[in-house]
């Protein structure tokens, strides 16, 4: 099977004793790409680093909403910098709202999830978007800010950014409601599937997500986090994305390949990166 593992953190320190064995097993399970996402400054400086020598990884840099404290005046001139740089990053993020661990006030989260939506649109880059409720959240405040944001963000590319426009990223780990998805879907929005698809008691989830239209669809590990069943309580890797497919195909009454080839090729759309290594 062809499958494509479109948010996964590698540069992570889980990963310092055996990373060469977890690409090897990805590849070996079927995975041409693996995008891997930043979360500072610094790591995004690392995770270019660590692109650049290996052809089936990819980057996206950019600044995670739970370190918005790091956020300073010379980081969108560092973020350009490397996206001009390197040819392995293919979009920004992930950036976004977390009202779950509220790190910083959600003002300021907004403020910066703007600046870099901005440089997303000046570089022409898709976004990849965390997005994370309160616990107890009843009314979806995060999800309700968020795609107000990336709306007004929408709305106002400017013309000749039609590709932008048309694919403008992902909502990494997709974890909202029917009605979240389908206003994201109108934008052009991805959704990212993650392991706890494959939760005993995620029946909600399972049925919001097939529903959804399979060409609109991405599979992510976002490992070493989020391991899917049956490996539940180990680390978590990019290899385990066939998990995910395989429950994906269950929900959509399809077989896993057509799962794998469409969230493949979904992938290869909005990150333009070509054909397999
Ligand atoms: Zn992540």
Redesign the pocket.
């Known amino acids: 099977m062809n499958l494509t593992d479109t ?1 996964c ?1 590698l540069d992570l320190d889980q990963f310092n004793n055996d990373r060469e064995a977890v690409i090897q097993r990805a590849r070996s399970a079927g995975l041409a790409h693996i995008l891997v ?1 930043s979360l500072t400054v610094a790591s995004s400086r690392a995770v270019v680093h660590l692109t650049e020598s290996n052809p089936v990884l990819y980057a996206a840099v950019g600044v995670h909403p739970n370190e918005a404290e790091s956020w300073d005046g010379q980081t969108i001139s560092a973020l350009r910098e490397l996206a001009a740089r390197s040819l392995k990053v293919v979009a920004v993020g ?1 950036i976004g709202l977390d009202y779950y661990w509220n790190k910083s006030p959600h003002e300021e989260q907004i403020s910066i999830l703007k600046e870099q939506l901005n440089l997303a649109a000046e570089l022409e880059l898709p976004v990849v978007i ?1 997005s994370r409720e309160k616990d107890d959240a009843e009314t979806g405040a995060c999800a309700e800010d968020l795609i107000k944001v990336l709306e007004d963000w929408v709305a106002g590319l400017q013309s000749g950014k039609e590709t932008l426009a048309q694919r403008p990223g992902v909502l ?1 780990s997709f974890s909202g409601s029917s009605e979240t998805a389908r206003r994201a879907l109108e934008l052009g929005f991805y959704i990212g599937v993650t392991g706890p698809i494959t939760y005993k008691n995620a029946h909600q989830k399972r049925q919001v997500i097939g529903n959804l239209p399979l060409e609109r669809l991405l599979i992510e590990t ?1 490992a070493p986090y989020l391991t899917p069943e049956p490996h539940r309580g180990e680390r978590n890797e990019p290899a385990f994305v066939v998990h995910i497919a395989d429950k994906i195909a269950e929900v959509t009454s399809r077989t896993p390949q057509e799962i794998a080839a469409a969230t493949t090729e979904n992938a290869a759309l909005l990150f333009s990166w070509g054909e397999s290594v």
């Open positions: 948010h953190h996402p992930e965390h990494h976002d």
